[in-house]
């Protein structure tokens, strides 16, 4: 059976938000205590049976869904419920009590958080294919397709037929119901809080197994899910089990905090109330307690706490407006720290949350924090995807019939759904999974086309081209961040505009070393396919030197060229007239010069003329030191010898593939050098003998073509001193 004992080692309710005094027992919400199971059982046993009446058992469940949604049809519980009562009549939790309290625990569970009818029938029904007789198309007849899935979703595949594998695949399963439909996640993360509330009868080692699990794999869902009363909760009881002497030190941090005769949040809390009375903005202002995990963190963070530590202030308004305004008249009357200002509501976090958050210092240098927000934003905030109902109703004036488009549906769900499918098994799937929800913040970045991507903090260029082209990003061969040329192992911000730069090989090889900059399980899974489907070319990046994987055949740097020494430059063709006569005309290599460039020729030793083009930085220091211009100007000739620079990003047969292309247009390469490479970019510097001055805009542009080449230019005249 899927539900656990009962009678557990639980922190008790958890704190939540109340107006009074913080006190390590307060009630999350304004809500009816936790229900007695054994009475629950009772009732569920001995209420009226009769078709048109409500069970007893469900009153709860009913009065929690009539509070918000007071049309609600509740046939569809009714007829859950006794289908679920009968399924599971004679089955006993651990604890003793009948397991029928279990979904009902569940279903109220959900319903608290404002949950449609269709989740919470699906809940009171969520166990009853896997362990009763029940099969999914007896469910799919009496309550329609919806439901059936629902119920789908949440069931576990049978260790009988998975073994060891059973679990990572359930979770498997379960997330790719969770891609159509976000509620299959809601259910069992409300399933898994009621059985970690009554986890305490089971035995020592299957309690640290399971809190393990719900710590590395339900609870990161429930943040990216935004379901936050149930991820604080969840926290807080596997921190009970997982570390009972820091829980026990909270907790006793906490008890003595509530004890203090005075209160500086309550102190605060009145304050803002007063400023807020005389601007006329009408606001609930609330107290919002800490759980036990925050005090934990907190306290490791600022060693000893004091009164303003324990809880923060929240403000709740009607309208995105009046937030501001609220926000307004606290920095205005009160003492703002500048640096805690955050706004959520302008840029909300992935899992939907929206708030604005600061802070006040008060006199005795406690600093508050002060949280704003309106209603409908606070009922997202603690529920997340299940405040937003039925995501998939099709709105009055929506022609489509049936079809289900999940507006909720995040990127790091879309992610997961696309990984987990290249997942070669199950262990690979599950420590995967576990590392990739390890990851609990999320970045956006924009496409240049105006598109988004949604990343995992720290990820760099390599995860956003896996992000955006799947299995293609292996052509991938640089990238512009912001405008401005980067590195495929650039590390990416929130915010940054990514122009991913593809080349056009069909047969491109990723390169092994993208590993090392990988971030996210999509791109790490792919590059890892294509090198164990490749391994003789996987072999040859490993082995060969990383100056020829990368495309770096080098040739020996030349000696620095002076403007003032013939052997340096180049022979001239004749095509370059000048004032004397039968003098050795050279172009000089630091400029090299090319029709129709503007030229002017100094006087070198042994009688020659050095051709340079007029804003080469030679001239200047060759006119300051004296030297006579020779007049030289273009003849008719149309041979033509040119230096160019072509800047790439690395790549195997980079260099053979530039050469080929510059062997096509007719150049005959006269000298080469390829740096180092440095950042994996590389830059090569050709000196060319062309047929005529004409062939250079072909030659660049053909050069440019090259994948992997992100610009080619003339060699720039050397600078004064270089």
Known sequence: MSAEATNSVTPGPMPG????????????????????????????????????????????????????????????????????????????????????????????????????????????????????????????????EEVRYLVDGVTKLEKVDYGAAAEPETFRKMLVATGNDVRVMSIKLADRLHNMRTLGVMRPEKQERIAKVTRDVLIPLAERLGVQALKTELEDLVFAILHPEEYAHTRELIVRNAARADDPLAEVADEVRGVLREADIPAEVLIRPRHFVSVHRVSRKRGRLRGSDF???????????????????????????????????????????QSLHTAVA????????????????????????????????????????????????????????????????????????REDLAQDREITVFRPDGGTLGLPEGATCVDAAYAQYGED?????????????????????????????????????????????????????????????????AEAQRTEPREDRQGDDRAPAPRPATADTP?????????????????????????????????????????????????????????????????????????????LVAESFVRPHLLADLTEAMALEGAEIVSATVEPPAQQQVRHTYTVQLPDSGHLPTLMRAMRNVAGVYDVSRAQPQTQGG
Request: hydrophobic share 40%.
């Open 473 to 537: 990003a292996h052509a991938c061969i640089g990238a512009r961040v912001n405008g401005r040329l980067a590195t495929l192992s650039t590390v990416l911000k929130d915010g940054d505009t990514v122009q991913l730069l593809m080349g056009q090989d069909p047969a491109s090889e990723p390169s092994r070393e993208w590993l090392e900059h990988a971030h996210t399980p999509a791109a790490r899974i792919a590059i890892q396919r294509w090198l164990a489907a490749h391994p003789a070319q």
């Open 17 to 144: 938000a109340v107006s009074g005094a913080v006190t390590p027992t307060a009630p999350r919400r304004k809500a009816r205590p936790r229900i007695d199971l054994r009475r629950l059982g009772r009732a569920a046993l001995l209420g009226p049976a009769a078709r048109d009446r409500l069970p007893d058992a469900i009153s709860h469940v009913v009065e929690a869904h009539r509070a918000h949604h007071p049309d609600a049809d509740l046939e569809p519980l009714r007829r859950a419920y006794v289908l679920a009562e009968s399924s599971h009549r004679g089955q006993m939790r651990k604890s003793g009590e009948p397991y029928i309290t279990h979904p009902l625990a569940v279903t109220l569970i959900l319903a608290e958080l404002g949950a449609e009818t269709t989740t919470l029938t699906a809940s009171l029904l969520h166990d009853t294919v896997e362990d009763t007789d029940v099969t999914l198309d007896q469910v799919r007849e009496q309550f329609g």
């Open 567 to 643: 052997d340096q430059d180049g022979p001239v063709p004749g095509h370059v007239l000048t004032d004397r006569p039968g003098a050795t005309v050279r172009l000089a290599r630091c400029c090299t010069p090319v029709p129709p460039d503007e030229i002017t020729g100094f006087a070198v030793r042994g009688g020659a003329v050095t051709v340079h083009r007029v804003e080469c930085a030679a001239v200047a220091r060759m006119k300051d030191g004296g030297r006579a211009e020779v007049g030289v100007r273009w003849g008719e000739a149309t041979e033509c010898r040119v230096t």
């Open 362 to 433: 008060r006199e005795d240098g406690q600093v508050v924090e002060v949280l704003i927000r309106t209603h409908q934003m606070h009922k997202v905030a603690e529920a997340g995807v299940v405040a937003l109902g039925n995501p998939y109703a099709p709105a009055p004036d929506d022609p489509a019939d049936g079809e289900r488009v999940d507006p909720t549906r995040p990127g790091w769900l879309s992610r997961l759904l696309d990984w987990q499918e290249a997942a070669p098994d199950p262990d690979h799937f599950w420590s995967t999974l």
């Open 311 to 353: 809880g923060r202030v929240l403000v709740l308004v009607n309208e995105d407006a009046d937030c501001y305004a609220v926000l307004g008249e606290l920095h205005t009357c009160m003492k703002p720290v500048v640096s805690e200002f955050k706004d959520f509501i302008a840029v909300p976090k992935f899992n939907l949350y």
